[in-house]
């Protein structure tokens, strides 16, 4: 393997371990064959010193059982609305703790919708999980220029675009 391989291989390797928690070793010896799921589930056994069946038998019943999404949960189309307006779940109670005029200009749904946000987990952790923070976007973009800059470089010259996106940081 060269240098520039070796390297690429141990920062997907440190990425793997951070994502399974588990040390970079003991993701080197994960079975790559294996679904990220069984071995999420392999994890979580160990933690919690259950079988692997134990805890994919938990996440079904969890889901069997859980009332997302209710009647009043938002619609895709209200989540997209939500993130083409910028709204963070986390900055939601400053923007509409303002007036209801600037509120309407800032956040496109209404109080009714909005208070079921506030209210329901469900609802928020998909808003969240649909608007990538601001630093993980900008450690993706740097990882990408990184490790693909003449493949992007490439690719935007032959697409006739600029190498970079403009307004985004
Ligand atoms: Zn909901």
Same mark, same amino acid.
């Given at each position: 393997?060269?240098?520039?391989?070796?390297?690429?291989?141990?920062?997907?390797?440190?990425?793997?371990?951070?994502?399974?928690?588990?040390?970079?070793?003991?993701?080197?010896?994960?079975?790559?064959?294996?679904?990220?799921? /069984?071995?999420? @589930?392999?994890?979580?056994?160990? *933690?919690?010193?259950?079988?692997?069946?134990?805890? =994919? &038998? +938990?996440?079904?019943?969890?889901?069997?059982?859980?009332?997302?999404?209710?009647?009043?949960?938002?619609?895709?189309?209200?989540?997209?609305?939500?993130?083409?307006?910028?709204?963070?779940?986390?900055?939601?109670?400053?923007?509409?703790?303002?007036?209801?005029?600037?509120?309407?200009?800032?956040?496109? /749904?209404?109080? @009714?919708?909005?208070?079921?946000? *506030?209210?329901?987990?469900?609802?928020?952790?998909? =808003? &969240? +999980?649909?608007?990538?923070?601001?630093?993980?976007?900008?450690?993706?973009?740097?990882?990408?220029?990184?490790?693909?800059?003449?493949?992007?470089?490439?690719?935007?010259?032959?697409?006739?675009?600029?190498?970079?996106?403009?307004?985004?940081?």
């Amino acid at each position: 393997m060269s240098g520039r391989s070796d390297e690429l291989y141990q920062k997907i390797l440190e990425l793997r371990a951070q994502r399974l928690g588990v040390s970079p070793q003991e993701a080197e010896r994960v079975d790559r064959s294996k679904p990220l799921f /069984l071995l999420a @589930a392999d994890v979580a056994a160990e *933690r919690l010193g259950i079988s692997p069946e134990e805890v =994919l &038998a +938990a996440d079904l019943q969890r889901m069997e059982t859980s009332p997302y999404p209710t009647p009043e949960c938002l619609t895709p189309d209200e989540v997209e609305d939500l993130v083409e307006a910028g709204v963070e779940p986390g900055g939601l109670e400053v923007q509409v703790g303002v007036t209801a005029a600037s509120a309407a200009q800032v956040v496109p /749904l209404p109080k @009714a919708r909005l208070d079921h946000l *506030r209210s329901c987990d469900a609802c928020r952790t998909l =808003l &969240a +999980a649909s608007r990538p923070e601001q630093w993980r976007r900008a450690e993706f973009r740097r990882f990408l220029d990184a490790e693909f800059p003449r493949v992007s470089t490439a690719q935007d010259r032959a697409a006739g675009r600029p190498s970079s996106c403009p307004g985004s940081a």
